[in-house]
């Protein structure tokens, strides 16, 4: 359910500019479907090359995975059925979720491998498709596997929070209040790294951040391997004040050199509990 709802987000955003670019140059691919491609090697090649170019945020040795070589072979493959091809994409969707790498982020670089492959609309939407497929359900899968505190940091993880936010949902229904109206989730979160201490130091000092800046009993969480959030009321002035002392917080850890770039943004919570899965994906997301 949640892939599919997932899916259909994409499908209503694919053709707005701006939202991640290339896909909505499908016609023009199509025009140049059929013609040869190579071998999978020269095509695995040409698309790490262009990725980590434009588009993908770490390493080249961060890039590749097994599934990586399992499209290659698919786009590679001579003949309109490439039948493993799908399957090839959900699990690098999978294998990107498990990394912590944004959904945008792993679509815009196999968007690339489909460039490079000359591929057709219809089979273009379907690589794309599978590959969301598999990232959301992989990340539905760590929603439920991931305890409530984090073994190695002993930060509190995404799981506390939707255990958190489901106990607000209920409160507000006896109520008559809206969650979305009064809370908001602020998230923070720096570059991606393959070396784990690297990036358990990295996100400590977010975590660190977030509770220096919100010190009235707000919920603060590591989300995944390079995202902090904290769940905080929408009162003000205290919402704005918070968030000034978070801004100041993370530029001297960027000035320190702690964190090699920082990005905060907040994130709206939606009016039913039953859509709140769908917006913990997009956190992770």
Do not use: K
Request: aromatic residues 4%; contains cysteine.
């Amino acid at each position: 359910m949640i892939g599919r709802l997932v899916r259909l987000w994409y499908v209503r955003t694919e053709s707005t500019p701006g939202i991640m670019p290339g896909l909505a140059r499908g016609a023009r691919w199509a025009t140049r479907a059929g013609r040869p491609v190579g071998s999978a090697g020269a095509l695995r090649n040409r698309w790490s090359a262009r990725s980590l170019a434009s588009v993908w945020p770490a390493t080249a040795a961060e890039w590749a995975c097994p599934a990586v070589d399992a499209v290659c072979e698919g786009l590679a493959e001579s003949g309109a059925a490439r039948p493993h091809l799908p399957a090839a994409a959900r699990c690098l969707g999978e294998q990107r979720a498990a990394v912590g790498t944004h959904l945008y982020e792993a679509r815009a670089d196999v968007a690339i491998a489909l460039d490079l492959a000359h591929t057709g609309t219809r089979r273009r939407l379907s690589v794309l498709d599978a590959l969301t497929t598999g990232w959301a359900e992989a990340g539905v899968e760590r929603l439920a596997a991931v305890p409530i505190v984090d073994e190695r940091t002993d930060l509190a993880s995404l799981a506390y929070l939707r255990r958190r936010l489901g106990e607000l949902y209920r409160e507000a229904a006896l109520g008559g209040r809206d969650v979305a109206t009064d809370f908001v989730l602020v998230v923070v979160e720096t570059e991606h790294t393959g070396h784990r201490l690297v990036a358990e130091t990295r996100l400590t000092t977010l975590h660190s951040a977030l509770e220096y800046a919100f010190v009235g009993g707000e919920s603060i969480v590591a989300v995944t391997p390079r995202r902090a959030a904290a769940l905080a009321a929408r009162d003000e002035p205290r919402l704005s004040d918070s968030l000034a002392r978070l801004r100041g917080e993370l530029r001297v850890a960027l000035e320190e050199g702690r964190l090699p770039s920082v990005r905060c943004w907040r994130q709206s919570l939606p009016r039913r509990v039953d859509e709140l899965s769908l917006t913990l994906l997009g956190v992770l997301d």
